[in-house]
Each structure stands twice: as structure tokens, then as C-alpha cells.
């Protein structure tokens, strides 16, 4: 989805306007500005810049720059679609996680006075955006083919009376020098929900198997 996304940023830029990409989180608008980056770093005519929400050194110029039209890709949150965010000459919007946003929400950078391209962007057919297709206000573009060299991706499913064949697979993963993450439905113990917390897994895994 991003080197889709860049791509048609890219065409908005190469014809003289600006493209903006939104993202509900500022960690997940933080990680598309610097994979974006990353991949910007052989077009350096391209400038590229995050605009995040609240108050920090160097906003005020930034969003400026953005009404000078000094910056062709903006990266942001809703901060994005603030009133006292101008834009020069937007002519592409893509919405990522677009379900997480309002409907005004999404459509607010897509009424700037030129009109500008808009691409919504969902890993999940969740029933609204079905609903936008089903009933034509929306083209529909379906990637159906994984990046070439991607590797397989196993799957298992183990019960908790099996949790110690899931711990030697961590270990033997680790012995590579790889990384490994255990995710939790809780941050820590709740009265209402009898559910494994992050907290108390930490202390098990820190005192017992991978101490």
C-alpha cells in the first residue's frame, strides 16, 4: 500500500501540486514519514514532512512552508485538516486506515478548492467501505498479488497446555539473533476480565523461561 500510495504522490508532485497522506496515529504517521523517507532518499527535489498535532519547535514554519508550497509530500494526522492548515496546491489525498476516521473527517482534505485526488486506503472490508463500493462512489483498485521475494508466512496455533513448544520456538528463533513478540489482550490484571495481561507475562517470562 505505500509504494502505491508514493507512486501517486509521486505523479501529484512530478505535475506541479502537493499530496498529503493521512494516518489516524502519530506513531503510524511517524513510521510512514521515515519509511517514506527512506525511499525518497534517491529523489532529494522531493521534499517530504511530518506535521503532527499539538504544540512543538518548528510547527508554525512548517505549516508556512506548506502554504508557500515549499513542501510537496505532507505526512500527518488530523492535524492535517485543521483550519489553520493551508496548503499551496493539493492535488492528491490518500487516507490510510481510512475506517478509523470520521466521514467529515476523510472528506475535509478532499474539499480543498481544487479538488484533489483522493485514494482511501483499508486492509479490512469493513461494511462502510463495502457499502462505498457496492454502491459506486468509490473506484476500487485490489492488490491481489504479494512483493516478489516474499518469504512464506507459518501460522501455528497452540493451546496454553502447549505454551512450552511456543517458548522453544521463541528460544530457537532467538539463538539466530533474531527478535521476538508476544502480544497480550491487557496492558495489566483487570477485575472484569479473566485475560492474560503484558505485565504479568513480562514477570513470568523474566523470572522463568527466558530469564
Not at 508556512?64 to 492548515?85: M, N, P, R, S, Y
Not at 497446555?161 to 502480544?183: S, T
Request: aromatic letters at 6%; glycine letters at 8%.
Amino acid at each position: 500500500k505505500t509504494i502505491v500510495t508514493l507512486f501517486a504522490m509521486l505523479i501529484a508532485v512530478e505535475n506541479g501540486c502537493q499530496a498529503a497522506l493521512m494516518a489516524p496515529t502519530e506513531v503510524l504517521a511517524e513510521q510512514h514519514f521515515r519509511s517514506i523517507g527512506r525511499l525518497l532518499s534517491v529523489l532529494p527535489e522531493v521534499r517530504p514532512a511530518l506535521l503532527k498535532g499539538g504544540q512543538y519547535a518548528g510547527k508554525a514554519t512548517l505549516k508556512q512552508a506548506i502554504a508557500a508550497g515549499e513542501v510537496d509530500i505532507v505526512i500527518g494526522t488530523h492535524a492535517l485538516i485543521q483550519k489553520d492548515v493551508e496548503f499551496h496546491n493539493l492535488g492528491f489525498v490518500a487516507v490510510d486506515e481510512q475506517h478509523r476516521f470520521g466521514v467529515k473527517q476523510r472528506s475535509r482534505l478532499g474539499e480543498q478548492e481544487r479538488r484533489p485526488d483522493l485514494l482511501h486506503l483499508s486492509a479490512t472490508p469493513i461494511p462502510r467501505s463495502l457499502a462505498l463500493t457496492l454502491w459506486g462512489d468509490l473506484d476500487i483498485s485490489v492488490l491481489d498479488e504479494l512483493p516478489p521475494g516474499r518469504q512464506p508466512v507459518k501460522t501455528v496455533w497452540k493451546t496454553a497446555e502447549r505454551i512450552g513448544d511456543v517458548y522453544n520456538a521463541v528460544w530457537a528463533e532467538l539463538k539466530k539473533g533474531r527478535q521476538a513478540y508476544m502480544v497480550c489482550p491487557l496492558v495489566e490484571q483487570s477485575e472484569k476480565q479473566d485475560l492474560l495481561d503484558a505485565e504479568t507475562l513480562y514477570e513470568t517470562l523474566r523470572h522463568g523461561p527466558f530469564k
